[in-house]
């Protein structure tokens, strides 16, 4: 079975600073991986995915992430911090094969100071 | 294109009774996935169908229901409902090959009192 582990649940940086969210996986087979971002009341978007192709991924609004099979991690940065960016976020974790549910992680909170 | 739809938006039910909640996949997807989001549980899969066949259930009781309808749109069924059924109940669709994502819609809150 696959799981998610998104340690902490709440991570505050500076506008402008560097935003590391940190995403481990485990799966007895690569998987296809997943971040989304929720806004208030609102659904899931997704950011951007990761599905055996490149292993440094590039999203929408200037994140991206980089699958270490290594490291079992699938870790969301993005160089500069915007207020815009406060929101939670999860990553997900989906097998291949014929079951399609995705798993996901606790979520993170990012806040934004200005 | 327009995205997924779900309705309604909220809905407020008492405890005992039974909520139904809609969805409309994005145009030309054929798998719906049901999700539900309780406060302090998480994102928890609920449901997957896919051209018109239930094909996987996370690990909810039978009053949880669905079904999809030959337009692919998604019904889900909560029967005698209880308190802890609160939660903002998101639904997802996927096309039926080439694309892994899943594309979420805005949610249903529902709340039981």
């Known amino acids: 079975a696959q799981s998610v582990t998104q340690l902490g649940s709440h991570v505050s940086v500076s506008e402008g600073a560097l935003v590391l969210l940190r995403c481990n996986y485990s799966?007895?087979?690569?998987?296809?991986l997943f971040w989304y971002v929720q806004y208030p009341n609102q659904g899931l978007q997704l950011l951007l995915k990761y599905t055996s192709a490149a292993t440094l991924v590039k999203g929408i609004n200037g994140f991206e992430a980089e699958f270490k099979k290594s490291e079992t991690s699938f870790h969301l940065t993005k160089p500069s911090a915007h207020m815009s960016d406060a929101a939670e976020y999860f990553c997900?974790?989906?097998?291949?094969?014929?079951?399609?549910?995705?798993?996901f992680g606790k979520g993170i909170t990012l806040s934004v100071r200005p | 294109e327009a995205g997924v739809t779900q309705s309604p938006t909220h809905l407020i039910k008492t405890r005992g009774q039974q909520a139904t909640l809609r969805c409309s996949p994005i145009?030309?997807?054929?798998?719906v996935y049901w999700y539900q989001q309780a406060l302090g549980l998480g994102l928890q899969f609920l449901l997957w169908y896919d051209e018109g066949e239930e094909r996987n259930r996370g690990n909810f009781p039978p009053r949880f229901s669905g079904r999809q309808f030959p337009n692919y749109s998604s019904e889900l069924n909560v029967n005698a409902l209880e308190l802890e059924d609160s939660a903002l109940y998101l639904c997802a669709s996927s096309p039926p090959v080439g694309v892994y994502e899943q594309y979420f819609g805005p949610g249903t809150r529902l709340t039981v009192t």
């Open positions: 145009s030309g997807h054929t798998s």
């Open positions: 997900a974790v989906r097998a291949t094969g014929a079951n399609s549910k995705l798993t």
């Open positions: 799966s007895s087979v690569p998987p296809y």
